[in-house]
């Protein structure tokens, strides 16, 4: 049985960084950019893991669950605020949250 490179794990996760990157940046909608924000998680958690195996390390496997414990967290609130925006002006766009600053 064969492993998978590092080089293409990292290549993975660069790709699942640099799309959820993108959608941050070009998107308005509040719930793309929390979904693209998850891929940037999860990319760093691709990058923890092959990094862990290349180095027969387990305490990256703890990094992964600390960076899963705060995209949930993310996530919830997140959500929250998604909420509060479109009860407030029946719109998710970020552009049109400023109103919410206080």
């Known amino acids: 049985m064969t492993s998978i490179p590092l080089s ?3 290549a993975l996760a660069l790709a699942l960084f640099a799309i959820g990157a ?3 940046m070009t998107r308005r909608n ?5 979904m693209s924000i998850e891929l940037m998680l999860n990319g760093a958690n691709v990058a923890f893991l092959g990094f862990a195996r290349w180095h027969g390390d387990s ?3 703890a ?3 600390i960076v899963m414990a705060v995209a949930a967290a993310e996530v919830s609130v997140g959500l929250a605020l998604a ?3 479109f009860r407030h002006g ?3 766009d970020v552009d049109r949250a400023t ?3 206080g």
């Open 22 to 24: 993108v959608g941050v």
């Open 30 to 34: 509040l719930l793309v950019v929390l």
């Open 83 to 85: 909420m509060a925006l």
């Open 99 to 101: 109103r919410l600053k």
């Open 59 to 61: 305490l990256a496997h």
């Open 8 to 10: 293409h794990v990292l």
């Open 90 to 92: 029946r719109t998710v």
């Open 63 to 65: 990094a992964v669950f």
